[in-house]
């Protein structure tokens, strides 16, 4: 008992006290932090698929709703379903369903009626939950999401920190409330407030896992021109699924289907940050290779016909 | 003479239109003012004028496109003038290094703010105009974390058939050299 | 040595804006070729977009900037960054071009043609000699087009190239387009060219088209490969076993199909004289 009462934590002088509080506060929250990394950090990335599969790939990003985007448009591009302002029905004289894969076919039953973009989404989600297993197994099994048993143990983690934390807060607060001492304020701040930060940091989660969140970067980096085909070329049913997959709805803004954009997305809603990527800007990109003093755009855009050393200073 | 001397001679034929035009016009006395004897003369005149001309017009023109492709926005605004201007520009300065296109575009759109300043060039707000594509050039370099550039004109903003005088700021900014670079522009 | 390097097929010069289609085609393509100098001080989005390319297919840089015919010796600095990416990427061999692009301070901003002379074929060596200092990886250099030609000339074209190649130890990178472009604007015949290079040394091809401007033929990269230039791959293919061959496809970027299709028919030419698969 004399042990308990008197040790040089319970004898530590108050300000000392704290100062000791604080560095095990912080040796434990650094501690937690490197126990909770992201197991996946290390690990090279799978490789960009041959045949991405635009479904995977939009769960990646979006879980159950991605799918849905996806499969929506799908029925959209392929003549099954119809934009009209704000609202999505079914084509009248659409095509054989038959051709439909499985997940479609369900999205397309589904929106027997006519329903505004919103519900039409919310109703997709809701019929392709079943099919979105498969998708997180793979996606699991290459380490793309954040694993369920990786979240228990940063909890574990956390419940640890904050029983350290808590234990010796409160041990001294009680030896300082025996011995009289009231002053107490910074030490009971100080515990909860890092308990709570502590609480919060470890139960944070993504989906993904550090992996995948690395991994969808490299996919909407690598197919990132598909916003510029949308807009200015003739995409093909694949290349639009991919491109909804990987930058959502928002990508259709100023493309042919740029009305479906639009149900989502009514005009009042604007922009004001921009984003710029190095490659895509053509403000600051060079394609020049080795070929003759003429490869570059001054031949096509020449004035004088597409030559180029006829015309000009001398 | 030697390579070294042969290769600085031909390297100033394709990148200085007055020593080109100087030396076709009077092949000897350029010659006698670099040092070049007789024969040394005699074997760089027997270059034809034309393919020379030819090759080096080529060259410029190939810095027009690339810093064309630089300056698309200005490129489109000043038309012909763009072209215009460059030439002039092109007899005063010549890029170098790994990334010269991109120095040579910054270099031009100095010289295009300063002209469009002294010469009055229409429309008024190409001086804004170029400082910021030029500033987007600058913003790019992924050690800049931070540009900040006021305008006349709400320039980033409006298209240019709205393009009436109206004090606009444009922060280019990213937090860390692996970010993505954000932009933010406004009228006040 | 040359004929140890391994076969790497059909490829495509690679340019960014095609990047979404190489990816969703990429079982089309055999390997790469970048130009070096875009991944010099590059950017760290350059960087990974190249670690992106390089993770999947393999790499050939191609160099621009490197001057190997300058006469006052090599820019070191970027011979240096050049060695580092090289070594990065671990190629089976890289390429540069028998010409000149800096003399006196002035960077001329194009690949300039050299005299066919003895002296040039010294400095060449000797800058190549220097470049083996920094860089073990074996080297290709590729002809060019001109639209000037240089006086004093102590051999043919084909010669110097014949010359500059045995005497240095390297490959030659035949570009059949700027061959095809050269016969055609200075009137000589392809086949007495292709006669006088040791074919022993040619590794690796490129090929696309160019455009006719004021009765010049330029090579402006931007077209699609004309039937001369085909016949000449064919010829070549048949006597040579090239281990890789090039689209250069710079400029007026087509729908990614017509480059594929290109490159199918170049594949199916190496396929008849047994190359490639």
Redesign the interface.
């Known amino acids: 008992m004399n042990a308990l009462l008197h040790n040089p934590i319970a004898d530590m002088y108050g300000p000392d006290f704290l100062l000791f509080y604080c560095s095990v506060i912080v040796i434990t929250l650094v501690t937690c932090w490197r126990l909770v990394q992201d197991p996946t950090k290390n690990h090279p990335l799978p490789l960009i698929p041959a045949e991405p599969d635009p479904y995977q790939i939009a769960y990646l990003r979006s879980q159950e709703t991605g799918i849905a985007n996806v499969a929506l448009f799908d029925l959209i591009v392929r003549g099954y379903l119809q934009v009209n302002e704000q609202s999505i029905s079914q084509v009248p004289n659409h095509p054989d369903v038959s051709q439909l894969e499985p997940i479609e076919r369900e999205v397309f039953d589904k929106l027997s009626s006519s329903s505004t973009a919103k519900t039409s989404l919310w109703l997709a989600t809701e019929s392709i939950q079943l099919y979105c297993n498969a998708y997180e197994e793979k996606l699991q099994n290459e380490q793309l999401l954040y694993a369920s048993q990786w979240q228990e143990w940063n909890i574990k983690v956390g419940l640890i920190g904050a029983m350290i934390i808590f234990s010796l807060g409160s041990y001294k607060l009680l030896i300082a409330l025996g011995k009289g001492r009231y002053n107490v304020g910074f030490l009971i701040a100080n515990g909860v407030l890092s308990i709570i930060f502590l609480l919060w940091f470890v139960s944070r989660r993504s989906h993904l896992s550090y992996r995948g969140k690395v991994y969808l970067q490299q996919l909407q980096a690598t197919f990132t021109r598909l916003q510029h085909k949308a807009k200015y070329e003739m995409p093909s049913v694949f290349d639009y699924n991919l491109l909804v997959a990987l930058f959502g709805i928002e990508a259709l803004a100023g493309t042919s289907y740029d009305s479906y954009y639009k149900a989502f997305f009514p005009p009042t809603f604007s922009r004001t940050v921009s984003r710029r990527s190095n490659s895509s800007d053509s403000s600051c990109s060079s394609s020049s290779g080795c070929g003759s003093s003429c490869s570059s755009s001054s031949c096509s855009s020449s004035s004088c016909g597409g030559g180029c050393g006829g015309c000009g200073g001398s | 003479m030697?390579?070294?001397q042969?290769?600085?001679v031909?390297?100033?034929l394709?990148?200085n239109?007055e020593f080109r035009?100087r030396f076709f016009a009077n092949p000897e006395t350029v010659g006698a003012e670099l040092g070049l004897s007789c024969d040394e003369v005699q074997?760089?005149a027997?270059?034809?004028a034309q393919?020379?001309?030819?090759?080096a017009?080529?060259?410029?023109?190939?810095?027009?496109?690339?810093v064309?492709?630089?300056?698309?926005r200005t490129a489109r605004v000043l038309g012909?003038n763009f072209?215009?201007l460059f030439?002039?520009y092109?007899q005063t300065h010549?890029?170098?290094?790994?990334?010269?296109?991109?120095e040579d575009a910054i270099a031009f759109a100095n010289f295009i703010t300063r002209v469009a300043q002294e010469e009055d060039i229409a429309p008024p707000w190409v001086g804004d105009l170029v400082r910021y594509?030029k500033t987007?050039?600058l913003a790019?370099e992924?050690t800049r974390r931070l540009s900040v550039c006021w305008f006349r004109y709400p320039i980033g903003i409006v298209s240019p058939d709205a393009m009436n005088p109206k004090p606009t700021i444009a922060i280019w900014f990213r937090f860390s050299?692996?970010s993505?670079?954000?932009?933010?522009v406004?009228s006040l | 040595m040359l004929s140890h390097l391994p076969t790497l097929g059909v490829g495509l010069g690679f340019r960014e804006p095609f990047i979404s289609d190489l990816f969703l085609n990429r079982q089309q393509v055999d390997f790469l070729e970048i130009v070096a100098e875009h991944y010099l001080d590059a950017s760290w989005q350059k960087q990974q977009e190249l670690k992106l390319l390089a993770t999947h297919f393999p790499i050939i840089p191609h160099a621009i900037n490197l001057s190997l015919g300058s006469a006052e010796g090599l820019d070191t600095d970027y011979l240096r960054k050049l060695a580092a990416l090289i070594k990065q990427l671990n190629p089976p061999w890289w390429s540069e071009h028998i010409c000149f692009t800096k003399a006196g301070g002035v960077d001329i901003g194009h690949l300039s043609p050299l005299p066919y002379t003895q002296e040039a074929v010294e400095v060449l060596c000797r800058n190549i000699a220097e470049v083996r200092r920094w860089i073990d990886v074996p080297l290709i250099l590729e002809n060019i087009t001109y639209m000037v030609k240089l006086p004093g000339a102590e051999m043919t074209e084909a010669q110097f190239l014949g010359e500059v190649v045995e005497r240095s130890d390297c490959g030659l990178l035949l570009d059949v387009t700027n061959l095809h472009t050269n016969a055609v604007n200075y009137s000589y015949d392809v086949h007495d060219f292709l006669q006088q290079l040791p074919s022993d040394r040619i590794v690796q091809l490129h090929f696309v088209g160019g455009h006719w401007h004021d009765g010049i033929l330029i090579d402006s990269h931007s077209q699609s490969t004309p039937v001369e230039v085909w016949q000449l791959i064919e010829e070549v293919v048949a006597r040579v076993p090239v281990k890789g061959i090039i689209l250069e496809r710079d400029e007026n970027l087509p729908p990614f199909a017509e480059l594929t299709a290109e490159l199918q028919k170049a594949r199916n030419i190496g396929r008849s004289h047994s190359r490639w698969g």
């Open positions: 030697g390579l070294t042969t290769q600085d031909l390297a100033q394709y990148t239109t035009e074997k760089l027997q270059l034809s393919e020379v001309n030819i090759f017009n080529s060259l410029k023109w190939k810095r027009l496109g690339e064309r492709e630089l300056l698309p012909k072209t215009a030439w002039r092109a010549l890029p170098k290094g790994i990334k010269k296109h991109r594509e987007w050039l790019d992924p050299e692996q993505q670079l954000r932009h933010i406004r």
